[in-house]
């Protein structure tokens, strides 16, 4: 059974009040110290760093998208059924 909306109200009261720390803000080059400090516990392993990877932002996405060609799509795609049209 839900709870009542008297009962949400001091479910809710009770979440606010409880003592949830704020975590830093890391910047880029800490990203890795911060998940190890601040998530590591979460896990069972270090993990591995990562950079991000952008080639060309936006306008980049926009041509693509724009050279993107999906007429006849829906006829070249795989097919369940009738069992003879599977791809």
């Given at each position: 059974?839900w709870?009542s ?28 110290a ?32 724009g050279a ?18 599977r791809?």
């Amino acid at each position: 059974m839900w709870p009542s909306p008297y009962e949400w109200a001091v479910l809710s009261t009770h979440c606010h009040d409880a003592s949830v720390p704020e975590l830093p803000i890391p910047t880029f080059e800490s990203t890795t110290a911060w998940v190890a400090q601040h998530l590591g516990h979460l896990v069972c392993d270090s993990g591995a760093e990562s950079r991000p990877v952008r080639h060309g932002g936006q306008r980049a996405a926009d041509a693509a998208l724009g050279a993107l060609d999906v007429s006849g799509y829906a006829k070249r795609r795989s097919q369940v059924h009738p069992p003879h049209s599977r791809g």
